[in-house]
């Protein structure tokens, strides 16, 4: 048996486990295997997100801001700003994390963030725009 294939028995098992609900055990045939990306996807589709960026942060460093601000917007639009709030701020984005609070009429939430990641500046924009708003 080649290398090729046993990596491709490997990956077929590793498909198996992930079905049962075998995550853990499924994403260490992955990485043994060299498919990252196999493992990432895994944990995106069923949702466990803390694992997806622990692993784009290992063996995908270069897309780890994208992937904080794909999840971001997601979030966002599954109307979940608090949880969105994390992504935008880690992807560098404070203003998304802003913006998705103000869609939700959050006002002492966008108050926060632009007040703790851009300063007392940014938080006077925000009660300018509540003003405004309101």
């Known amino acids: 048996m080649t290398s090729e294939e046993a990596n ?5 098992h590793a498909t198996i486990l992930c079905e049962a609900g075998d995550l853990k055990h499924a994403e260490e045939l992955y990485l043994a295997i060299g ?5 990432i996807a895994m944990y995106r589709k069923a949702g466990r997100r803390a694992d997806m960026i622990r692993l784009v942060a290992k063996y995908r ?3 780890l801001e994208t992937t904080h601000a794909h999840l971001a917007a997601e979030l966002n639009e599954a109307d979940k700003p608090r949880e969105a709030e994390e992504h ?8 998304g994390a802003v913006a998705a609070y103000r ?3 959050m006002w ?3 108050l926060r963030v632009a007040k703790q990641h851009a300063g007392d500046n ?3 924009q925000v009660s300018i725009t509540i003003f405004v708003y309101l």
């Open 103 to 105: 869609a939700a009429n």
């Open 61 to 63: 460093p270069d897309l």
């Open 8 to 12: 491709e028995v490997l990956a077929k």
């Open 122 to 124: 940014a938080a006077q």
């Open 35 to 39: 498919k990252y990306d196999s493992a």
């Open 88 to 95: 935008y701020v880690t992807a560098g984005d404070w203003r």
């Open 108 to 110: 002492e939430d966008a």
